[in-house]
């Protein structure tokens, strides 16, 4: 009998997509809290960390779409061509999506008036992908070690 197929990522790759995430997070998380507990966002003057902030999430969003590229070359067909996981693997490709459109847009479309917004939404779907991420990541599916 032949074993359950396996549609993990190498390790590589896994260290990679787990790398970007937890830099990507890391670094717009602190931006959020120090933007808006200390710097501008909070009526002052920008805080000194807040371009540092910005310029490692600006460096991570590369390795993010380069993680986004290595799920996407084989993971994405080989697990939707086993029927894995398919509801929380086409949620991270839509977040992906979104989240790269939405730093796009803020790094050179938006007007100035809807930054917050936006900038909000951004970070409310990269916390989502995180999480659903993290939870894609940890399950298992039936007869599978």
Do not use: K
């Not at 847009?105 to 992908?129: D, F, K, M, Q, S």
Request: hydrophobic letters at 50%; charged letters at 10%; aromatic letters at 8%.
């Amino acid at each position: 009998m032949r074993p359950e197929p396996d549609n993990a990522l190498r390790p590589w790759q896994r260290r990679t997509v787990v790398g970007a995430a937890w830099s990507l997070l890391l670094s717009g998380a602190l931006w959020l809290a120090i933007h808006h507990l200390w710097g501008a966002g909070a009526g002052g003057l920008p805080h000194p960390l807040e371009a540092w902030l910005m310029r490692w999430h600006g460096l991570s969003a590369p390795a993010g779409l380069f993680a986004l590229g290595i799920v996407a070359a084989g993971h994405v067909q080989g697990g939707w061509r086993l029927g894995l996981q398919r509801a929380s693997g086409l949620a991270l490709c839509a977040l992906g999506a979104a989240l790269a459109a939405s730093g796009y847009a803020l790094a050179y479309l938006v007007p100035e008036g809807w930054r917050p917004g936006v900038g909000w939404g951004h970070a409310a779907i990269g916390a989502l992908a995180f999480g659903v991420g993290a939870a894609h990541a940890r399950r298992r599916p039936a007869g599978s070690s």
